[in-house]
């Protein structure tokens, strides 16, 4: 069972703000959903493998090479100094 | 009797016409501009339309061109891309306001091979937010409507791509198609959708929704169409690193290849919630082609039933992961505030829709911590059952035949409030999706109200020229 | 030191990796330039790119694993490990979490072994600039190949700790995997550490300590945190569950305010990356290159040249200074006078000049040709010393400035015995002194004739003949 406050903790970790009407509603709508997916629990898996990519390719690796982008920077946005700016960071 | 506009024409045709010297490129551009600006405004398709860009490409190609033999397998030939695929020095929005003014650095890797193969990029279409959607009407720039009937959704995703080909605004498309966003527009437009084997097609460009699942895709008027265009972009990438380094074979369609092929007919498709004229469509196809092909079989897919809870887990999952980067940080929207932790969550709360809320909170659910195993450790383990059952079916037969989707299109607004009941339309196109293996959508010859029904043909991985070579036989049944 | 309890340090380290570019682009992996000047779509995180994996870092990370006893997993796969922060441009960090490139090694330290639970590659995030009101991201960083070490909870003592991460960088450095250099943050270390009261089975609640960026931090951290904690212990109190940041100026170690309760990181494996596969031949061909670790050549060192372990240490403290003093004694095989004149006369230049042996303009040839004149009794150890200077100054070779100088000790005898009975003739009353039973005297007489031969002669060829003559 999904509480409005489980929804609220998930919703801090994925940083979204949400309203007190939003966060209602969407527990409910998640509520249904979550349920509709517990289907695949009843299944017997304990022999299967996870399967994690799509492919079964091994990952192949780059050569150590140098290819320099130039003035990515201009697409970027924000920026004081050519640094990105933010409000303060507290540490 | 008036002659077809070019626009309407095939691209084999309208290169037949280029080397004859009847029409010249500015010709082509010309004609599909014209037909951009009388349809455009009511069908929503494209979010961005490079009219004067297109214009100069052709008029250079015109110039430069002198004899045929440069003539490259899309010159000249105005391709729209799916506003969630990069195009340098172009705005790729991904339907979203959090990305509304984003102006990207580079071209995808498809987009570049498009561009190798001579075609002109003509503009950006339309799509559910972050292709997160089945019919179009969840973008930040207004729903798409459908060209066969303006009060009905185009399908989704990539329903713009879909609907500017079907209106002949562009003579092919790219799509993305994570959950079936190419073939299920195309089913609802009427056209052709191909969805390639996974790491086919260089995803490198490709804003990512969920990254096991997300293939670009091709919308094409005709099979034809669509696999010049598929030849053009498959291929192995560096840039992406779950790209296959099998060497891509030039396919040219030939439909009485079936005469060798038993087509697969899986049981569990003619099960409940299937519109039973669907459902008799499929079957007089089916008939139709009995007498080409080798044989019918008919074969069992039991996963079939898990397949939205296991395809929706893993998505949202995934997808919960690559929105993270969309923080008002260093691109794109930012909502102003005074301390980062409020940057943050305003940010995200105002540039995302609600069903990308919804999906991203439901995959941050699913990953976190005493949760992992229960949801998305499950539904890998299901995404396999189900790759299992396909490995199985295709030892039986060549091709698998289902409809496309399960219902006929619907009213623009009617179902958009029933999240859940979105999802189930995805019934016969997500399994393709979780099993990584290709599946293209065309139009079968019977319609019903006007409307087209989506035909799917699965094929095993890398059996897209198997797949196309069927459809190209159900093309053919009208002719 | 308070003996109620016992101390348990484990460590963490990331060690960035001196590879050409970074571990997911093509992007130089070192740069000193404006910021955000050195980044790419990829280490940016824009939206549509994907990683690919440096093949260098990959094997660079082999070899470290090697080196510290490591086994190398012929199957290790990528996570994503999530958090919100600026300078995290993706969100998430790619790094290695069910399935590490190498486990369960170790290091010796003074004859114990201290475990390594796991060493794997992650990338780099980004830096920031803090004011009070805003901060500055530079993506520069980004994306940089990182390994990082762990080790069990073995550790005892700061002064251990110490060691540990002094032998780990030197081995680094041997292995030309990292240059190490602390304060450009190639070489990061972040303790955790416990009290447990003696004789207690269970572990204390331990504490993580941050923004240490010197050997002697890492240390004085370490004694803090020891003394805090047994105050709160002694007094009953509980040990809280935190990461400190350590405060450079003021010597303390404070909450970090703003960082939330205990993150949960999401970990799933990587989509973007299949899974990294190695087979025996890859792991042996990096096994192959690896050069002898310094406690192997310290063993040679002493076993063969029967050199004390003072002596053998300075040595061995970088790679390029053993090299140098492995290419010397091949041409001048004294062992002794070899170290000697490296840790005193050549130490002395480049500690002098702020260089390291790589920039000394002496070739260890040239040493050896200057050594061998020594051993040979062609020259005097003064002389030598003199010679060594120029050689410094002029980059002339030794036997250039011994020929022009015409430094040669002499054999000639005729020399000594003409210079002798020069001096002694020159000194009738020192003789008389010498002669009538104050033999300290002898001395000033070796002086004199040093001083006419102009250090042609040993002092001690000049009193073997003076003794005889007198």
Not at chain 2, 191 to 205: F, Q
Not at chain 3, 434 to 445: A, P, Q, W
Not at chain 3, 450 to 467: A, N, S, V, Y
């Amino acid at each position: 069972m999904l509480t409005q406050t489980d929804l609220e903790k998930v919703a801090k970790l994925a940083k979204l703000g949400l309203t007190l009407e939003e966060s209602s509603r969407l527990t409910n709508e998640i509520e249904k959903i979550i349920s509709y997916f517990q289907q695949i629990k009843h299944l017997d898996l304990h022999d299967v493998t996870p399967m994690t990519h799509a492919v079964s390719i091994i990952l192949p690796l780059r050569y150590d090479e140098i290819r320099p982008t130039k003035c990515l920077v201009e697409y970027l946005s924000y920026k004081k100094f050519n640094y990105i700016s933010v409000p303060a960071v507290l540490e | 009797m008036t002659s077809p506009d070019l626009c309407d024409l095939a691209i084999s045709v309208l290169h037949n016409k280029i080397k004859n010297r009847e029409i010249k490129f500015s010709d082509i551009i010309t004609s599909v501009i014209k037909r951009i600006k009388s349809e455009d405004q009511k069908i929503n398709g494209y979010i961005s339309i490079f009219e004067e860009d297109a214009i100069n490409q052709a008029v250079e190609l015109d110039k430069m061109m002198k004899n045929f033999e440069q003539l490259k397998p899309l010159s000249g030939i105005p391709i729209a891309v799916k506003d969630n695929i990069c195009v340098k020095d172009k705005l790729t929005t991904c339907g979203s306001k959090i990305l509304a003014n984003f102006i990207s650095p580079y071209d995808a890797t498809a987009v570049a091979k498009l561009r190798a193969a001579g075609a002109i990029i003509i503009g950006k279409t339309n799509l559910d937010e972050f292709a997160m959607g089945s019919s179009t009407e969840t973008s930040y720039f207004g729903p798409t409507s459908n060209p066969i009937d303006n009060r009905y959704v185009p399908g989704g995703s990539s329903g713009g791509s879909a609907a500017v080909v079907k209106y002949s605004g562009a003579l092919g498309a790219l799509g993305s198609d994570t959950g079936g966003s190419v073939r299920h527009p195309a089913a609802f437009c009427g056209v052709a959708g191909l969805k390639p084997t996974y790491g086919r097609v260089s995803r490198y460009g490709l804003v990512a929704f969920a990254s096991s699942l997300d293939c670009i895709g091709v919308l094409g008027k005709t099979v034809a169409d669509t696999a010049i265009i598929f030849n053009t972009i498959a291929g192995h990438d560096e840039m992406d690193a779950t790209t296959i380094n099998t060497p891509v074979k030039n396919i040219s369609v030939d439909s009485n290849a079936i005469k060798n092929y038993t087509i697969g007919i899986p049981k569990e498709v003619f099960a409940e919630g299937l519109d039973g004229r669907i459902a008799k469509v499929i079957d007089d196809t089916i008939n139709n082609l009995r007498s080409r092909c080798r044989n019918i079989k008919e074969v069992s897919l039991p996963g079939t039933k898990y397949a939205i809870a296991t395809y929706y887990l893993i998505c949202m999952a995934e997808a919960s992961s690559n929105l993270a980067r969309y923080d008002g940080v260093k691109y794109g929207l930012r909502v102003s505030s005074s301390e980062l932790k409020d940057l943050y969550a305003r940010t995200r709360d105002d540039g995302f829709n609600t069903e990308v809320k919804r999906r991203i909170l439901i995959g941050t659910y699913g990953l976190s911590k005493g949760y992992y195993d229960e949801y998305y450790g499950t539904a890998q383990k299901v995404r396999n059952l189900i790759k299992q059952d396909f490995d199985q079916a295709f030892k039986d037969c060549n091709v698998i035949i289902t409809p496309t989707t399960p219902v006929l299109p619907f009213k623009l607004g009617e179902q958009i409030s029933d999240p859940l009941a979105m999802y189930l339309g995805d019934i016969f196109t997500t399994p393709a999706n979780l099993a990584g293996i290709t599946a293209i959508s065309i139009p079968a010859p019977v319609f019903i109200d006007n409307f087209p029904v989506g035909i799917q043909i699965t094929g095993p991985a890398l059996g897209e020229e198997q797949i196309l070579n069927t459809a190209k036989a159900i093309e053919e049944i009208n002719e | 030191m308070n003996s109620k309890y016992e101390v348990i340090i484990g460590l963490e380290v990331h060690i960035q990796l001196k590879t050409r570019t970074k571990l997911f682009c093509a992007c130089p992996a070192e740069f000193g330039g404006q910021p955000n000047t050195n980044i790419c779509p990829i280490c940016s995180g824009l939206p549509g790119v994907l990683p690919t994996v440096n093949q260098h870092a990959v094997d660079l990370a082999i070899k470290a694993g090697l080196a510290l006893n490591c086994q190398i997993s012929s199957k290790s796969s990528f996570a994503r490990k999530h958090y919100f922060y600026p300078d995290l441009p993706k969100g998430y960090q790619i790094t290695q979490y069910k399935e590490p490139l190498t486990t369960n090694g170790f290091i010796e330290i003074d004859g114990s072994k201290i475990q390594i639970r796991r060493l794997h590659l992650e990338e780099d995030s980004g830096k920031s600039i803090h004011s009070p009101t805003e901060s500055l991201i530079d993506f520069n960083r980004c994306g940089v190949p990182l390994i990082e070490i762990v080790t069990e909870p073995e550790i005892r003592s700061p002064v251990q700790a110490v060691k540990y991460l002094q032998t780990l960088r030197q081995i680094m450095r041997y292995l030309d995997v990292s240059d190490c250099d602390m304060e450009k943050a190639h070489f990061r270390c972040e303790p955790n550490i416990s009290l447990r009261p003696i004789g207690q089975k269970q572990f204390g609640v331990r504490t993580e300590l941050k923004n240490l960026n010197s050997l002697n931090s890492v240390h004085q951290a370490l004694d803090f945190e020891i003394n805090r904690q047994s105050e709160i212990l002694d007094t009953g109190g509980v040990i809280v569950q935190e990461t400190l940041f350590w405060d450079e100026q003021n010597r303390v170690a404070g909450t970090m305010r703003g960082k939330e309760e205990s993150e949960d990181y999401r970990y799933f494996p990587e989509p973007d990356l299949p899974v990294l596969v190695l087979n025996r031949e890859n792991i042996d061909n990096i096994k192959n290159t690896l050069p002898l670790l310094p406690w192997q050549r310290k063993k040679n060192l002493k076993e063969k040249y029967n050199l004390s372990e003072n002596i053998v240490n300075i040595i061995l403290e970088t790679k390029e200074f053993a090299d140098y003093f492995d290419e010397t004694i091949k041409l001048c095989d004294d062992a002794k006078l070899v170290a000697n004149w490296l840790i005193t006369e050549v130490k002395a230049v480049l500690n002098e000049k702020s260089i390291s042996i790589n920039e000394f303009n002496i070739i260890p040839k040239e040493l050896a040709d200057l050594l061998n004149l020594l051993r040979a009794q062609k020259i005097t150890g003064t002389v030598a010393k003199e010679i060594f200077t120029d050689m410094v100054l002029t980059k002339k070779t030794a036997i250039e400035i011994v020929n022009e100088k015409g430094l040669y000790l002499s054999n000639d005898d005729s020399l000594l015995i003409k210079s002798i009975d020069e001096v002694l003739a020159e000194n009738v009353d020192i003789v008389a002194k010498y002669k009538s039973g104050k033999t300290s005297v002898i001395s000033f007489l070796i002086g004199a004739v040093l001083k006419k031969t102009q250090g042609k002669l040993t002092p001690q060829k000049i009193k073997d003949k003076i003794l005889k003559k007198l």
